[in-house]
Nanobody, 119 residues
Framework: QVQLVESGGGLVQAGGSLTLSCVAS????????MAWYRQAPGKQRVLVAL???????HYADSVKGRFSISRDNAKNTVYLQMNSLKPEDTAVYYC?????????????WGQGTQVTVSS
């Protein structure tokens, strides 16, 4: 099993910044993608940003130019720098990790961290 622990969420005014962190621990083998998703009340969970093991990044159109994902493979940590936050960024943010073991691909989720942006 792999445990993902997120931190860094909170309440911020529109235009402000937050940095989320997610640390992975446990039975870590070959980590592939690490990503951040978010889920607003009454809505589905959606991809915000993803970084592949090779360093390629992908962003939702709604956050391009404002958010930046990065990872420290030595520390099994992924970050999400969020700038110019908007009220519509309010959601629970979840860390996601995909890894390969000898026999299978596994996917894990963190418990989520609340981000609230006030107008």
């Amino acid at each position: 099993q792999v445990q993902l622990v997120e931190s860094g969420g909170g309440l911020v005014q529109a235009g402000g910044s937050l940095t989320l962190s997610c640390v992975a621990s446990g039975y870590i083998f070959k980590v592939n993608d690490m990503a951040w998703y978010r889920q607003a009340p009454g809505k589905q969970r959606v991809l915000v940003a993803l970084e592949t093991v090779g360093g390629t990044t992908h962003y939702a159109d709604s956050v391009k130019g404002r958010f930046s994902i990065s990872r420290d493979n030595a520390k099994n940590t992924v970050y999400l720098q969020m700038n110019s936050l908007k009220p519509e960024d309010t959601a629970v943010y979840y860390c996601n990790l995909e890894q390969s073991t000898v026999s299978e691909r596994q996917e894990y989720w963190g418990q989520g961290t609340q981000v609230t942006v006030s107008s």
